[in-house]
């Protein structure tokens, strides 16, 4: 939980088929602008969306990963599938770095720590 990024914030990111997608930062006991999420969530979360679709004003929503998933993904050379039978929802170990970097970016601009 950052008690210090109090409202979400986004990153236009490719996924590895030049795929457009967004990622939102959701702090802890935050709602999604585009999803609902249990009052009870007390972790910071990720959720990605592809932005060729309108599905919301972010995308389609692909899914979602706690941000302490993608910091401990082990390999991150293979990336990660978002959505395991799409391949265009795939994003690579280069990406998730710009992900978890622009976060931190983030936190220490506000003084905290991820």
């Known amino acids: 939980m950052n008690p210090y ?4 914030i986004r990153i236009d990111i490719m996924g590895v088929a030049d795929t457009p997608m967004r ?11 585009n999803h609902p999420r249990k009052p009870t969530d007390t972790e ?3 959720e990605f969306y592809d932005s060729r679709y309108d599905h919301t ?3 389609q929503f692909i899914s979602a990963f706690y ?3 993608l ?6 050379v293979k990336g990660l599938p ?20 622009w976060i ?3 936190v220490y601009e506000l003084g905290g720590v991820i």
């Open 23 to 33: 990622a939102l930062y959701i702090p802890a006991n935050k709602q999604s602008p």
């Open 104 to 106: 931190r970016y983030h």
């Open 82 to 101: 978002l959505c395991g039978d799409v391949p265009e929802w795939h994003i690579d170990g280069d990406t998730i770095c710009i992900v978890l970097n």
């Open 71 to 76: 910091k401990n993904i082990k390999d991150k």
């Open 5 to 8: 990024i109090t409202s979400v």
């Open 44 to 46: 910071d979360l990720i």
């Open 57 to 59: 004003p972010d995308g």
């Open 67 to 69: 941000t302490l998933t």
